[in-house]
């Protein structure tokens, strides 16, 4: 099952040739600088573009190629607009029923009042969506497009107006939603730490074109990928829960090369879970070192160095078979004389927990 | 005052700019909102082809519509062939007539509303699984309902005033095709002063409490736009 | 008789007079007559046209004729229900001597006259103004109604000081006359002879211009300032 | 074919279209810009004002604009008091009789546009200094642009067309205030069809072309809305 | 010279309630959750809110008081709205022009050119807005607003449509902004990079009233203020540039507590700089240690301690009379047993250079 992609058109001087084949489940980031075509993307696969040609086939039905091109109110899919833009003639009560009512019983997978309460937008129900704050509004269109419980979610940049707090409360429905109801989801965003947080794959856009699509964790640690040699590099770990230490608050979670201790999480044990370790979290000693806070230290061998021209090396590491990065000072490379094969160890001194 | 022709001639008015007016906005809807979003080339011929009819004298056209609609002239002939009976000097075709004077008055106002929603709305409408039909009637006709209204007003009022097409085809018939603003000429042309002058206050006084009507009850469901 | 309505298209010129006509006839037979007024073009071309009219009363002898000749009137029943007579009218009450005089002069804002092209008191004053070669000096002072009744109008707001009208239009039998006139002579201008004719042929419109031609009918139509031939 | 004086006429037709219409716009959009801002209690009581006169029979509206105007009139005792000339029979009387009739055909399709602009685009050109009146004509203006094409139209057009009141407080004097409409009115009852055909056939050849143009050259320069 | 603003206003249930008074320069960044009235706050002040009672006074001169308030377009500032507004009707350079035009040659500081290059848009110029991308909508904004040479600043959330790198070429300049023109910017953002990069001051809201307000450093490290409990926790540290180190691509920063090693910037020896310090990037150690890829160590001396309640600890350090953030789990707290005038040494990984 997966989501094949394949899009072409031009707007006077731009051109989108954007082609792709990723999983039909879980989150794919769309990345890329702005201007890339990553909305017009979106809005091709919603068919609210005219395109020169188009291929667009979600698991097994084929939405779009030369024969038959479904209309875009034919298409099950939600679509959350980079400009919210509710209806302004309804209030949000009616705006959120939109969809959903148009959503046959059958198809329902999401409750109406779990969405409501979900985005924190109870209170706004009965409000015209003239007065509604930025953030409001962006959750009341996020509400929208969940409440049509779509066969595919396209999100552009939904998040960008949300203070830390109302993320830190959407971002594990969106990961549930994937999760539980196999919806999956296109998300664009700039954010790296959204991204990481949320994706299983990962399409990196440039000038109209894919550069590269695939699992995020093979994307993010290839050397020839803009994104290992951002100051925001970073690995995604899997793991899985081993037990938790309820004293200091702590969960401990396992993967190959060894055992992380993050921040308590109520997950069962053997539950699979992502980590997130950015390269600039990750310092290097050529012996394991006491008496520090760092709890997170693991042996580690040196798989390959790239300078990124700027004074820093990102250093890949293979830490019991997984890909890590840490990036380091030139100076401190050449201190400790770092060297593809070299065996030293990896202090982590912050890792997020995914999902 | 005034006679029982006076009211029999209101009577026929109201069924009139009524009928003419659900009829304006039956046709001049779909009229507009292809007109708002086609990029066909006919666009502009049609737009043009549509305010044609007020350029000329109202007496004028329908003379015209009258050499048309009778028995001799192209509609009229094919009603009559297809065993219907002329339409000059009925109801019928007065109603023709008014639909086809005041047509510009609807199509215009809604069309300019109509262009005016913008494309988003009812894209987001679409993605939300409403058909092209269905997001019309949710979301381009409430976004255009200061378009409505003041289609509808201008139609309906001018429906009222109409005289001279009304004139022409109507044949002034009492019960059928004699309408108030005929019957206030009447008064005028007999001299009598004071019937005119009732009826033409009666009628100014009714529609004055009809348009503050339609006017307060819009303000109070004034649309909040962002 | 069975009662059946009669639609009558009348010239405006005629409409207190045939509603006196109507009244009576109507007293007389039961029938209902209705009248319709309007000029007298607007209802020639409405006739030709399939107008549900019966009798038609026009302002002139034109338009009877050409409809008889095209076979949409009833042949033969073309006759003369009135001539009209054409008045030099002011709205004040006291200056009936010096109407002629201020003609004259060009003692006046404007003059008012129906449209000389097509209504038939309009051609008749334009045939008295040139018979006093006033035609030609006068044009930048002449308003045109678009009949009788719409030249009497202009006079009647004050718009205009004088109008060549109908004498009809401001002889009621009721009320007599409202402001002064002075009577152009017959001479000057060729009779206007308003013709009616039967447009269908059913016993009750029959009877209403026999009605018309009849005595009693006569003489209401000159106590409303008509003669008669 | 034509005479000379039917050029005459249509000189005089197109010389009153365009003042009218010019005067039209000028009352009319700041008239429709108050009536799209204001939330005064007299909105909906001065928007059934404008309505009004469209609900009275052109001719009824010229015997009272007539009787207004005369020397016993309000207006016109006040302008002869004044000095001035009596307005009826004069070309400028025939302007003010255009435009009464013809403003609810400009005011509401520009209080339309006007509405539909939304006040974000204003805002933001506050804040980008621009004054409230270089606001209303950089901003509200241009984007109201469908609005004022429509009310152009509408406004011309009728002017064109209108019979009824130029008629009656015209008096029809060549050169003065005889219009097409009344030009080929006199051909139409005069019974001289061919002439009638004529005028009113190249009447609406050069309006279909004018408006054609306008349509046409509106289409390429029209606004792309977000 | 200082801004000092009071604003009272009622929006059905929403009140406003806002008084703060900041120096009139540098830019002071407004945070605060989603729906907390920052918006309407902005906007009171660029005059287009109808409000109760109002007071406004920029440096010498006041906007707004009992006796009179300037009209929106009487008071000289630049507002880019949170959701971008361009004019439909006008290309992009004559939107940009808007606004330039009608500034007073006289008093313009800001050239057109530099203004398009900077935001990276001359090659929209002559394009419609219509079908612009996200982001260079909002670049096209900011131009048009800092091509009005305005007094006063406004930024609601004005980068949320920038990826990393657009976003990393506009920062710097408006921060020469502030230095260079003396413009005072008044700047709502919910990324915390960008506030503790930008912003000298804050001003701390919730539901329409002004928590605390004053210069970043202190409400960043005060324990009473949700900011120093968050995870997001960070600290502002002002140094200078001592030396650059051409080898390795370091540039020295110097601080009361010691020196800093940082990416190489080109900038002169003297020159004050801002260095930022995530609480999560700052371990601790007992003792000094060798061998590692950290280069910059500190002693440190443990001035108080937080306790987040979900197994963090937030350690307020001081570093030579510098107060320092630093997060750590409550087991290494316990391991190293971390108590008030405790003397240890910080390992900070990594530190970013602001100005
Ligand atoms: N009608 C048009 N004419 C010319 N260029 C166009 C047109 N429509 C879109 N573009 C260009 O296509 C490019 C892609 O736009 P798109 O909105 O898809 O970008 P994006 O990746 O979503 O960017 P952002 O992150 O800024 O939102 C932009 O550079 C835009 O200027
Ligand atoms: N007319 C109104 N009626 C009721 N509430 C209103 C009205 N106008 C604004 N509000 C409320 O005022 C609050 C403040 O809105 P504001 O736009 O200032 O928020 P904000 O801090 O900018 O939020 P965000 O970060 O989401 O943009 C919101 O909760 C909003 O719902
Ligand atoms: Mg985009
Ligand atoms: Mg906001």
Chains 1, 5 share one sequence.
Not at chain 1, 86 to 108: E, I, Q, T, W
Not at chain 1, 146 to 154: A, F, G, V, W
Not at chain 1, 229 to 255: N, R, W
Not at chain 2, 130 to 159: C, K, Y
């Amino acid at each position: 099952m997966s989501i094949q992609v394949r899009y072409r058109l031009q707007r006077n001087a731009f051109r989108l040739d954007a082609e792709f084949t990723v999983p039909a489940h879980g989150v794919t980031a769309i990345f890329g600088p702005s201007g890339c075509g990553k909305t017009t993307l979106l809005r091709a696969i919603a068919g609210l573009e005219t395109v020169d040609s188009g291929y667009l086939k979600i698991g097994a039905d084929v939405w779009h190629d030369e024969h038959r091109c479904l209309a875009p109110h034919e298409r099950p899919l939600g679509y959350v607009f980079q400009e919210t833009c509710l209806f302004p003639h309804l209030s949000v009560r009616r705006n959120l029923n939109y969809g959903y009512r148009r959503c046959a019983d059958a198809r329902k997978r999401i409750k109406f009042d779990d969405a409501v309460e979900l985005l924190g937008i109870g209170p706004l129900l009965d409000r015209g969506p003239g007065g509604l704050s930025g953030g409001e509004r962006q959750r009341v269109a996020i509400a929208r497009a969940l409440l049509t419980s779509p066969r595919l979610l396209l999100l552009d940049e939904p998040l960008t107006a949300l203070d830390a707090r109302s993320k830190a409360g959407i971002l594990p429905y969106l990961e549930r939603l994937h999760a539980e109801l196999d919806m999956p989801v296109l998300y664009v965003s700039h954010a790296a730490d959204e991204v990481a947080r949320l994706a299983d794959q990962m399409v990196l856009m440039e000038a109209g074109r894919v550069l590269a699509a695939g699992p995020i964790q093979a994307l993010l640690t290839r050397f020839d990928l803009p994104l290992a040699q951002s100051t925001e590099a970073e690995a995604i770990v899997d793991a899985s829960v081993a037990a938790h230490d309820d004293e200091f608050g702590l969960t401990c979670v396992d993967f190959p090369g060894g055992r992380f201790n993050v921040l308590r999480r109520d997950l069962p044990i053997g539950r699979p879970v992502r980590l997130r370790v950015l390269a600039r979290d990750v310092s290097l000693t050529l012996e394991r070192q006491s008496g520090t806070s760092i709890l997170n230290v693991f042996p580690a061998t040196v798989a390959a160095l790239f300078e990124t021209g700027d004074a820093r090396v990102i250093v890949r590491l293979d830490i019991g078979g997984t890909p890590i990065l840490a990036q380091i000072t030139r100076k401190s490379a050449v201190a400790l004389a770092i060297a593809p094969g070299q065996q030293l160890f990896a202090q982590i001194k912050s890792v997020a927990l995914l999902a | 005052m005034l006679s029982e022709a006076d009211f029999i001639a209101l009577w026929t008015t109201l069924k009139l700019a009524t009928v003419a007016t659900l009829i304006l906005l039956c046709i001049g809807t779909p009229l507009a909102w292809w007109l708002a979003q086609t990029r066909s080339r006919l666009k502009a011929p049609c737009e043009a082809i549509i305010a044609l009819p007020l350029v000329l004298p109202p007496t004028v056209l329908g003379f015209y519509l009258l050499i048309a609609l009778g028995p001799a002239g192209p509609v009229g002939g094919l009603m009559q062939r297809l065993g219907g009976e002329p339409l000059a000097f009925t109801f019928t075709g007065l109603v023709i007539g008014s639909v086809f004077y005041s047509l510009p008055f609807v199509v215009q106002p809604l069309q300019t509303a109509f262009a005016s929603i913008g494309t988003r709305s009812l894209e987001v409408a679409a993605t939300l699984g409403a058909s092209p039909f269905d997001r019309f009637f949710t979301i381009a006709v409430p976004l255009a309902r200061p378009g409505f209204l003041t289609a509808t007003v201008l139609g309906f009022a001018h429906t009222i005033g109409e005289f001279g097409v009304v004139l022409m085809i109507g044949g002034n018939i009492p019960g059928a095709t004699r309408v108030l603003s005929i019957a206030i000429y009447d008064h005028v042309e007999a001299v009598d002063y004071a019937s005119a002058h009732w009826l033409a206050g009666g009628l100014l006084i009714l529609s004055f409490s009809l348009l503050l009507g339609v006017y307060s009850l819009n303000r109070h469901i004034a649309v909040i736009r962002p | 008789a069975n009662a059946a309505e009669i639609r009558v298209a009348v010239a405006a010129n005629f409409r207190f007079a045939s509603e006196a006509l109507a009244k009576q006839f109507e007293q007389a037979t039961g029938h209902d007559v209705t009248l319709i007024f309007g000029s007298t073009g607007k209802h020639f071309a409405q006739i030709q046209h399939g107008a549900p009219f019966d009798v038609y009363l026009a302002a002139d002898e034109l338009r009877p004729r050409m409809l008889e000749e095209d076979g949409i009137a009833v042949g033969g029943t073309r006759f003369i229900y009135a001539i009209g007579k054409l008045v030099l009218w002011s709205p004040h009450d006291d200056v009936a001597a010096t109407l002629e005089s201020r003609l004259g002069r060009g003692d006046f804002r404007f003059l008012s006259i129906a449209n000389p092209t097509f209504a038939p008191y309009g051609r008749a004053a334009r045939q008295y103004l040139q018979s006093v070669k006033l035609w030609a000096t006068i044009q930048p002072r002449l308003v045109r109604g678009e009949n009788v009744n719409q030249a009497y109008q202009y006079v009647f707001s004050h718009n205009a000081d004088l109008g060549l009208i109908a004498y009809a239009r401001i002889k009621l039998p009721s009320s007599g006359t409202v402001g002064s006139y002075w009577e152009i002579p017959s001479t000057d201008y060729d009779p206007i002879r308003q013709q009616g004719i039967l447009l269908k042929d059913t016993p009750p419109a029959r009877a209403f211009i026999a009605y018309l031609r009849g005595e009693e009918a006569r003489a209401i139509i000159e106590s409303y300032g008509y003669t008669l031939p």
